[in-house]
């Protein structure tokens, strides 16, 4: 089974990718890891990657495509695999088409952007013992305002959870990533999930989606 994971930022993707790789039994190849492996690694599109970020630039779509292509051939993955984060755009996917990969569904979990703003700009971490909350969200609240329920700590709020950079975030993806909603929907293997309902019900309607 090989799944592509679609949504912008703070739709939940991590989080259902952990839960299918677990129920599903096969592996997360989420790009920032693999890229992570491969600087680790040494590989020669470690080095190239690793070229493009000394000089604080992004790499490449051939470079990143490169690595996932060196992972995807890896033991681990040949019970299939989900991709979290790649293809992230119009290039990157048909970069993998070319490899002639056969993905089996690409869910793609909608969630509105006020919906998305409220759970970003609401988000708080522990940095001591790495515990998340959110404010604006009945049940993950803190007991305590601003203090950690588990060690005590103070909570804080990550600069990439403002208001100012989970708009610049979600405008990127509007742009770059979007358009392959309508790309993977004329393969006729799209599926859209509703992300506003609770973690649970998600996961158990991509298992029935993937399933049919």
């Not at 952007?113 to 970003?120: G, K, L, N, T, W």
């Not at 007991?143 to 990127?172: G, M, P």
Request: aromatic fraction near 4%; include cysteine.
């Amino acid at each position: 089974m090989k799944i592509v994971l679609l949504g912008a930022p703070g739709v939940g993707k991590g989080t259902q990718a952990a839960v299918l790789s677990k129920r599903l039994n096969i592996l997360v190849i989420s790009t920032g890891n693999i890229l992570r492996e491969a600087l680790k690694s040494g590989s020669d599109m470690g080095k190239k990657a690793k070229s493009f970020i000394d000089q604080g630039q992004l790499v490449p779509d051939e470079v990143v495509t490169g690595i996932v292509k060196e992972k995807i051939s890896q033991d681990d993955c040949k019970n299939g695999y989900i991709l979290d984060g790649f293809p992230r755009t119009i290039s990157q996917a048909e970069a993998l088409r070319d490899m002639h990969i056969k993905i089996d569904k690409v869910i793609d979990i909608n969630v509105s952007d006020s919906v998305i703003y409220e759970r970003m700009t609401g988000r708080r971490v522990c940095m001591s013992c790495g515990s998340t909350y959110n404010i604006n969200t009945a049940g993950r609240r803190p007991k305590v305002d601003n203090t950690c329920d588990k060690c005590a700590d103070t909570l804080v709020k990550r600069t990439d959870d403002s208001k100012e950079t989970v708009k610049h975030r979600l405008e990127v993806y509007r742009n770059q990533t979007e358009p392959l909603v309508n790309y993977y929907k004329e393969t006729g293997k799209l599926v859209i999930i509703n992300g506003e309902r609770p973690p649970e019900e998600i996961t158990e309607k991509i298992l029935e989606e993937i399933r049919n």
